[in-house]
Antibody, heavy 121, light 112 residues
């Protein structure tokens, strides 16, 4: 079935780097933008950016520019989100999310990963 | 950035009664060339990722019960649950995907 499976829980120290993976199955990975959304404890949803798995092109929220790198490995249908210079306020659940329609970066997200819990302390 | 503001922040409704959540965007999310509102609603239960309920402001996703409905256009939107069930206890988010950065409302907690 269509699903996104993310890597496991991470505990990091301030200043360290984080890399979260998101493995896709059940659909054509290169056809769908992959978005990253995070959620701090008890807080709402915050969009971080997307990667076009076909071209490798990326777009990220201004807040994260310079600190976030999104990549992909099409041979294993996996997207990655790397966040550098971690701070305590980066403590959050990080989700990858797929839009409903292929080749569309402006769409609602119908498939979500299970989330990766990240603690920076 | 488009700011999405939901009201109320929390809502307690009796079983079988109607729940109404409002969402206001700081700019219109109606794309006039296709007459579509780039607005979605999600349901999130504790420990789970969000679940897409409604896209294009009023199009229910496959498998979503018909007690959930979305309405509105431009800058003002509403999610209604016509007859609240116990399994509807959750936090609900609106989301604009009209422009980058994509933005979400702060969430509305629905309780019995």
């Amino acid at each position: 079935q269509v699903q996104l499976v993310q890597s496991g829980t991470e505990v990091k120290k301030p200043g360290a780097s984080l890399k979260v993976s998101c493995k896709a199955s059940g659909f054509t990975f290169s056809g769908y933008y992959m978005h990253w959304v995070r959620q701090a404890p008890g807080q709402g949803l915050e969009w971080m950016g997307w990667i076009n798995p076909n071209s490798g092109g990326t777009n990220s929220a201004q807040k994260f520019q310079g600190r976030v790198t999104m990549t992909r490995d099409t041979s294993i249908s996996t997207a990655y989100m790397e966040l550098n210079s971690l701070r305590s306020d980066d403590t959050a659940v990080y989700y990858c999310a797929r839009p409903r329609n292929a080749y569309d970066d402006n769409d609602a997200f119908d498939i979500w990963g299970q989330g990766t819990v990240v603690t920076v302390s | 950035d488009i700011v999405m503001t939901q009201s109320p922040d929390s809502l307690a409704v009796s079983l079988g009664e109607r729940a109404t959540i409002n969402c206001k965007s700081s700019r219109s999310v109606l794309y006039t060339s296709n007459n579509k509102n780039y607005l979605a609603w999600y349901q999130q239960k504790p420990g789970q990722p969000p679940k897409l309920l409604i896209s294009w402001a009023s199009t229910r996703e496959f498998g979503v019960p018909d007690r959930f409905s979305g309405s509105g256009s431009g800058t003002d939107f509403t999610l209604s649950i016509s007859s609240l069930q116990a399994e509807d206890v959750a936090v609900y988010y609106c989301h604009q995907y009209y422009t980058t950065p994509s933005t979400f409302g702060q969430g509305t907690k629905v309780e019995i």
